[in-house]
C-alpha cells in the first residue's frame, strides 16, 4: 500500500501512460549523453573581475571551441576579438561603437558567430537543458537561430531573425545574452571549494553573479563561515570580518555593498585615537574605492579601535569555551605595561605599540561603554542587511561543509590527523568526533546555529562554534596551531608571527593518507580524487599542486592579488569533462584599459588524468538519480497497464 501511495503521488505528475511513457524514453536517452563539464576554484577572496573571467572564459575552453570553429576562416586577431566579446561583452560593444563604421553590420556578423559557438558547447545538453539555461525574453529566438539552419530553405528565415533583431535596436542586449548564454552553458557544474570573502574588493559582487548561476555549490572555507558567523550577531566573527576589511581598504563593500554603517567605529576611532598615527594599522590599499573613499589615516585608526574590540571579545570567548583549548591565545593580560612587552607562551616579546587607552591593565578584556555601543550598532547593521542576509542564506542552501560528487570528495581547509596519520579525536560542544563523523557532526552545528540556535548543541552565544571554526588549532577549516593576528599587529619581531600548519599538510604527500581520507568517506582511492583549498601553491618556489601521487590537488593557486608574489601564479581551475580531469594554471588578470581594450592570458592546462572511457552521464551521480526515477516510472506505467491505478487525460 505505501508503494502504491507514492506511486500515486507520481501519478499527479505523469497522469497517464503516454505521459509516463514520454518521460522513460527522455531519461534513458539523457543516460546516454557525455557527462557535463565540471569546475572547481578556490579562494577567490573578493576577486570578482578576475573569477568572473575566468568562469565566462571556462578557464581557456571558449577560446579552444573558437579556433576549433573558426580556425581556417578567422584571422587570430578576428578570434581573439570574438573571444573578448564573450568574455566582457559590454566592454567588447562599448569599444566597438567607437570603432566600428557600420556597427549594425558588425552586430550582424557577431550574433552569427557566436550562434556557432553556442551550437559547439551545448552539444552535450539536451535541447530542453539548453532552453532553460537561455534568457528569458530572448529564449525562443536563440532557440531558433541554434536550429533554424537545419535546412538549406530556412536560410532566408535564418537571416531575417539577425537582421530584425539589429533593425529593432536589440542587438547590443542580444549579443550580452547570447554571450552570457555561451559561458554558462561551457560549465555543466560549477563548484567553489571555498573563501569568497576578504582580502578582495567585492565578494558582494561574486555572490550576486553566483545566485542567478544555473548550477553552483560551495564548500565552505574559514572565511565564508566567520561571515556566516557574524550574520548571526556573534561579536567576535563581525570584529574579525571588519578588521580584515578596513584593513584591506575594502569600504565600497562594507557600506555600499551590504550597507554596514560604520559611522559609529570612526568616530569612536578619531575620539580615542585622534592624536596616534596608527602607522602598523596603515590599509593595504589594492584596489581603491569609488564610492566610499575614506582617508587612511582615518581607516588606520577604525583598523585599530576595531582590533583592540576584536581581541577583548575573542578573550572573553576563548576563557568561555576552555573546550576550544585556545588559552594560549589570551594575550591582552600578558602585557607588561612597564617593560612595553608582551609574554607569547612563555616567551618576551617587545610590543611595537603601547598606545591602547580603552584596555584596563586590571580587568583588559572589558569593553568600554562606547565600545560595546559601536559593537551593538555594526551588529543591527549586519542583522539588516538585507543584501548579507540574502548572501548568507545562499551559502547555506547551496554549500556544505563538504561535498562527494561523482567520485570526488570537496572540501577547503583540512581532516584533522596525529602525526601517526589516524584521524583526530576533535571535542566540540561536549561531543567529540573524528574524520567523516566530525565533518558532518560541525555542519548540522554551522546549520543549527543559523537557523535553528535553541537546537544547537552549543554553548555559549550563538556563532561561537564559526568563530572558533575561523581559528582553532583542531578546526578542519584552518589547519593550523593559532592565528596571529595580534603579533603581526602588535609585535615588533617578525618571528613573532610564525603560524605552523596541522600534521594533515604534511601527510598527504603520501597516497596512503590520501586513501585513508577516501576510504573514510566512502570512495575508492583507484577512481576518486580530493580537491582542497585554502594553502595558496607557491608555484615560484617549487611547490607543486599535486599531492599523494595524483590523488589530492590543491587548488588554491592565488586569484587574490595579495598572495601573487608569494605564489607567482594567479589561481588553477581544475576540470573534469567525459574524457579527462585536467588543471589549468591562471597569469595575473588585466583590467580594461583607458582605450577599452583588454589583454587576456590563456591559461596552461595540462592533463592530469585520462578517463578508460567516455563518461557518461549514467556513470554520475545524477545519472544514478534518473536510474531510480526512470525504474519508478516503469513502476508506474505496470500500475497503469494492470488498473491499479486509473490513468486521467
Not at 501519478?11 to 522513460?24: C, F, G, R, V
Not at 557566436?114 to 539555461?133: A, E, G
Not at 580531469?581 to 588585466?590: R, T, V
Request: glycine letters at 6%; aromatic letters at 10%; proline letters at 4%.
Amino acid at each position: 500500500m505505501a508503494n502504491i501511495r507514492f506511486l500515486e503521488l507520481l501519478a499527479k505528475d505523469y497522469p497517464n501512460l503516454e505521459a509516463a511513457t514520454s518521460e522513460i524514453v527522455n531519461l534513458t536517452a539523457i543516460l546516454s549523453l557525455p557527462k557535463g563539464t565540471e569546475y572547481f576554484l578556490s579562494d577567490l577572496h573578493g576577486e570578482h573581475e578576475a573569477f568572473i573571467h575566468m568562469l565566462k572564459s571556462a578557464s581557456g575552453t571558449i577560446k579552444d571551441k573558437i579556433d576549433e570553429n573558426y580556425g581556417e576562416f578567422l584571422s587570430e586577431k578576428e578570434r581573439d576579438d570574438l573571444a573578448a566579446l564573450i568574455y566582457n561583452a559590454e566592454a567588447e560593444i562599448k569599444r566597438r561603437k567607437k570603432s566600428e563604421k557600420d556597427f549594425n553590420k558588425w552586430c550582424k556578423a557577431v550574433i552569427y558567430r557566436l550562434i556557432t559557438i553556442c551550437k559547439s558547447v551545448s552539444t552535450k545538453y539536451t535541447r530542453s537543458k539548453v532552453r532553460r539555461n537561455l534568457p528569458k525574453y530572448s529564449a525562443y529566438i536563440i532557440d531558433e537561430l541554434l536550429h533554424a539552419d537545419d535546412e538549406e530553405n530556412r536560410l532566408q528565415y535564418y537571416q531575417e531573425i539577425i537582421n530584425t533583431i539589429v533593425d529593432c535596436g536589440m542587438g547590443e542586449k542580444f549579443i550580452t545574452e547570447l554571450s552570457d548564454c555561451i559561458s554558462k552553458l561551457a560549465v555543466d557544474q560549477l563548484h567553489i571549494i571555498g573563501d569568497i570573502w576578504d582580502r578582495g574588493s567585492h565578494p558582494d559582487e561574486i555572490m550576486d553573479y553566483l545566485i542567478d548561476y544555473p548550477s553552483v555549490d560551495f564548500q565552505w572555507g574559514n572565511h565564508d563561515v566567520v561571515w556566516m558567523g557574524a550574520a548571526t550577531g556573534n561579536w567576535a566573527c563581525i570584529t574579525n570580518i571588519i578588521r580584515m576589511n578596513i584593513s584591506y581598504n575594502n569600504f565600497d563593500m562594507l557600506e555600499i555593498g551590504y550597507g554596514i554603517n560604520l559611522r559609529g567605529l570612526a568616530t569612536f576611532a578619531e575620539k580615542v585615537y585622534g592624536d596616534d598615527p596608527c602607522e602598523n594599522f596603515m590599509p593595504h590599499v589594492i584596489d581603491e574605492n569609488c564610492f566610499d573613499p575614506v582617508d587612511p589615516k582615518l581607516a588606520a585608526k577604525m583598523h585599530k579601535a576595531i582590533a583592540v574590540c576584536q581581541f577583548k571579545v575573542e578573550g572573553q570567548r576563548i576563557m568561555a569555551h576552555p573546550e576550544y583549548h585556545l588559552e594560549k591565545r589570551l594575550l591582552l593580560d600578558k602585557i607588561d605595561w612597564e617593560k612595553g612587552t608582551v609574554t607569547i607562551e612563555g616567551k618576551e616579546w617587545k610590543m611595537k605599540d603601547m598606545n591602547l587607552p580603552t584596555v584596563d591593565p586590571a580587568d583588559p578584556y572589558r569593553l568600554t561603554p562606547e565600545e560595546e555601543e559601536v559593537l551593538d550598532g555594526l551588529e543591527a547593521s549586519i542583522h539588516q542587511s538585507e543584501k548579507l542576509q540574502k548572501h548568507i542564506r545562499f551559502l547555506y542552501s547551496h554549500g556544505a561543509l563538504y561535498k562527494v560528487i561523482n567520485g570526488n570528495l570537496l572540501y577547503h581547509g583540512c581532516i584533522p590527523m596525529t602525526e601517526d596519520g589516524q584521524f583526530e579525536d576533535v571535542s566540540i560542544n561536549g561531543a567529540t568526533h573524528r574524520g567523516k563523523a566530525l565533518m558532518d557532526y560541525i555542519d548540522d552545528q554551522v546549520r543549527k546555529a543559523y537557523f535553528a540556535p535553541d537546537e544547537s548543541e552549543e554553548i555559549g552565544r550563538s556563532g561561537d562554534l564559526m568563530w572558533y571554526l575561523w581559528l582553532g588549532g583542531n578546526s578542519p577549516l584552518f589547519g593550523k596551531d593559532k592565528m596571529t593576528t595580534f603579533e603581526r599587529l602588535f609585535v615588533e619581531d617578525k618571528a613573532s608571527t610564525k603560524e605552523h600548519t596541522r600534521p594533515y599538510y604534511k601527510l598527504i604527500k603520501e597516497r596512503k593518507h590520501c586513501e585513508k581520507i577516501l576510504e573514510e568517506f566512502g570512495l575508492d582511492p583507484s577512481r576518486s580524487k580530493i580537491l582542497n583549498g585554502h594553502v595558496p601553491v607557491k608555484i615560484k618556489d617549487g611547490e607543486s599542486p599535486i599531492k599523494g601521487e595524483g590523488l589530492l590537488y590543491i587548488i588554491d593557486g592565488g586569484i587574490s592579488k595579495a598572495y601573487q608574489k608569494q605564489t607567482g601564479i594567479a589561481g588553477y581551475t581544475f576540470i573534469f569533462n567525459s574524457r579527462y580531469m585536467a588543471l589549468a594554471e591562471h597569469k595575473p588578470y588585466d583590467p580594461i584599459k583607458e582605450d577599452g581594450t583588454q589583454e587576456f592570458h590563456s591559461p596552461i592546462v595540462r592533463t592530469v588524468a585520462t578517463l578508460p572511457e567516455r563518461m557518461l552521464i549514467l556513470d554520475t551521480d545524477k545519472g544514478k538519480e534518473l536510474v531510480e526515477r526512470r525504474d519508478d516510472l516503469q513502476s508506474l506505467v505496470e500500475a497503469y497497464q494492470k488498473g491499479l491505478i486509473k490513468e486521467q487525460y
